[in-house]
């Protein structure tokens, strides 16, 4: 790390995948209250699929009511790397009920993609 990397300022999507590489959930989870910016919840919620863990999908799986469906199709995708079997069929579910047709697809894509995966403590 070179004297210019000090002062060079994060991204947004830096710091929250920093937050999810440390582990702090708690501070993603922060992040995707509904009280913050938009960017900051689709950030953090993007950053949520590298902790496999099974706190980090059910935050993911909160996310998907969310009236915005840019905070939803955020979780989804996150879903798609880290949703596990027992999810699948919720995932399902919330594909039929989406209003949303490429929300829908990228649901059902979660879903199957989720089949394969065992449940993490």
């Known amino acids: 790390m070179g004297l210019f990397d000090l002062f060079k300022k994060k991204s947004l999507d ?4 920093d937050y999810a590489n440390k582990g702090y959930i708690g501070k993603l989870e922060s992040a995707i209250s509904e009280n913050k910016p938009k960017e900051t919840r689709i950030a953090a919620l ?3 699929r590298l902790i496999k863990h099974h706190s980090s999908v059910e935050l993911l799986m909160g996310a998907l009511r969310d009236p915005d469906p840019d ?3 955020a979780a989804a995708k ?7 079997k027992d999810m699948s069929d919720h995932l399902l579910n919330y594909s039929e009920q989406e ?8 649901l059902k894509e979660a879903a199957i993609s989720a089949k394969d995966r065992t449940p993490r403590l």
Not at 14 to 17: F, N
Not at 78 to 84: E, I, V
Not at 99 to 104: G, I, M, N, Q
């Open 14 to 17: 830096e710091k929250m995948e």
């Open 46 to 48: 993007s950053a949520l």
């Open 71 to 73: 905070i939803r199709r």
């Open 78 to 84: 996150s879903l798609l790397m880290n949703g596990t």
């Open 99 to 106: 209003e949303d047709p490429e929300l829908a697809q990228l």
